[in-house]
């Protein structure tokens, strides 16, 4: 019998449906990829069907609940459950979002031991500083989903916070949201005695303020750990940019996953960096192989490393 249980979150950067052929060299292509045909959408989903046939393979164990980020619509995810080792035998929670890109965030989860009681999405709208102009900006949803595991309920945040660019003109959007969500959390913690897990791309390294803050009620009291802040520190990546590794990829969980008597307790966090998701060329060696490189298809992985957290079941 598996005495533990896994749950991964995965950027598995830009699944989205292949474009529609172009009629004119310059009609616009809804994905923004170059040449998004169907051969390269079904190289991506074999590529993200076979990571998680390797973390089987490593850890023999599939997560039970994956959170996943940018992803376009529910159709990939329906298409990617099919295939080997999901067998059509997940679950999806997914919800349309209003980001400019169309990327959302999503959870699949192993039907056969988690139920989910309720799903919602938490949609975020930013004024637009320009006085003159009626719109707002949006950007991807939060996913909170409420499950049960052996009679227990769990919270499960999937976010994918807004991009550091352009002299990181996102970050307070990053803050607001952030803010927001850990009021929902501490009321969480302080009404309910559930396990919380808030996992994602936020765009941010477990060591800057806002992550850091983030585990601490208002009186200071630690209600919150996050193991990726250990791995960061110890110089584990899930993605780069040019030369600096970067950990944005995160678990962060609530202390009840440190407790004795809970049916899960926490054992580890890892960067699933398997070799074979990894760069081919030297130049590159121990970073994601990923589809694209600009506008240079590539035809890997992701352009981030799956991360995953491993629980031991109490008998």
Same mark, same amino acid.
């Given at each position: 019998?598996?005495?533990?249980?896994?749950?991964?979150?995965?950027?598995?950067?830009?699944?989205?449906?292949?474009?529609?052929?172009?009629?004119?060299?310059?009609?616009?292509?809804?994905?923004?990829?170059?040449?998004?045909?169907?051969?390269?959408?079904?190289?991506?989903?074999?590529?993200?069907?076979?990571?998680?046939?390797?973390?089987?393979?490593?850890?023999?164990?599939?997560?039970?609940?994956?959170?996943?980020?940018?992803?376009?619509?529910?159709?990939?995810?329906?298409?990617?459950?099919?295939?080997?080792?999901?067998?059509?035998?997940?679950?999806?929670?997914?919800?349309?979002?209003?980001?400019?890109?169309?990327?959302?965030?999503?959870?699949?989860?192993?039907?056969?031991?988690?139920?989910?009681?309720?799903?919602?999405?938490?949609?975020?709208?930013?004024?637009?500083?320009?006085?003159?102009?009626?719109?707002?900006?949006?950007?991807?949803?939060?996913?909170?989903?409420?499950?049960?595991?052996?009679?227990?309920?769990?919270?499960?945040?999937?976010?994918?916070?807004?991009?550091?660019?352009?002299?990181?003109?996102?970050?307070?959007?990053?803050?607001?949201?952030?803010?927001?969500?850990?009021?929902?959390?501490?009321?969480?913690?302080?009404?309910?005695?559930?396990?919380?897990?808030?996992?994602?791309?936020?765009?941010?390294?477990?060591?800057?303020?806002?992550?850091?803050?983030?585990?601490?009620?208002?009186?200071? =009291?630690?209600? !919150?750990?996050?193991?990726? *802040?250990?791995? %960061?520190?110890?110089? $584990?990546? @899930?993605?780069?940019?040019? #030369?600096?590794?970067?950990?944005?990829?995160?678990?962060?969980?609530?202390?009840?996953?440190?407790?004795? =008597?809970?049916? !899960?307790?926490?054992?580890? *966090?890892?960067? %699933?960096?398997?070799? $074979?998701? @990894?760069?081919?060329?030297? #130049?590159?060696?121990?970073?994601?192989?990923?589809?694209?490189?600009?506008?240079?298809?590539?035809?890997?992985?992701?352009?981030?490393?799956?991360?995953?957290?491993?629980?031991?079941?109490?008998?």
């Amino acid at each position: 019998m598996n005495d533990k249980e896994l749950v991964a979150f995965y950027n598995v950067e830009n699944l989205f449906s292949p474009d529609v052929p172009r009629k004119h060299k310059l009609d616009p292509a809804f994905s923004g990829m170059q040449n998004w045909d169907d051969r390269k959408y079904q190289n991506k989903l074999l590529k993200i069907a076979q990571v998680f046939q390797l973390i089987l393979e490593s850890e023999k164990s599939l997560p039970m609940l994956i959170g996943v980020s940018e992803v376009q619509g529910r159709q990939p995810l329906e298409d990617l459950i099919k295939l080997e080792p999901f067998n059509a035998t997940y679950g999806i929670v997914h919800y349309e979002s209003m980001d400019e890109r169309g990327v959302d965030v999503a959870l699949l989860y192993d039907k056969s031991k988690i139920e989910i009681i309720s799903s919602e999405p938490i949609s975020y709208l930013f004024a637009i500083e320009n006085k003159d102009s009626e719109y707002y900006d949006t950007t991807r949803d939060v996913l909170f989903c409420k499950v049960k595991y052996l009679e227990t309920i769990m919270n499960i945040f999937v976010l994918h916070l807004p991009s550091k660019r352009e002299k990181d003109v996102n970050k307070p959007k990053r803050e607001y949201i952030l803010k927001d969500l850990h009021q929902k959390v501490v009321d969480l913690i302080s009404t309910k005695d559930e396990g919380v897990i808030i996992c994602g791309d936020f765009n941010e390294n477990p060591d800057e303020e806002m992550i850091a803050n983030f585990i601490y009620d208002g009186d200071f =009291n630690k209600i !919150l750990t996050n193991p990726s *802040a250990d791995l %960061f520190k110890n110089g $584990k990546f @899930s993605t780069f940019h040019y #030369k600096s590794g970067l950990l944005f990829d995160q678990m962060i969980l609530s202390a009840s996953f440190f407790n004795a =008597n809970s049916p !899960l307790i926490f054992k580890e *966090a890892k960067v %699933f960096n398997h070799e $074979k998701l @990894s760069n081919w060329d030297k #130049k590159f060696e121990g970073r994601p192989f990923r589809t694209y490189a600009g506008t240079r298809y590539l035809g890997g992985y992701s352009d981030h490393f799956p991360i995953l957290t491993t629980f031991l079941k109490k008998e």
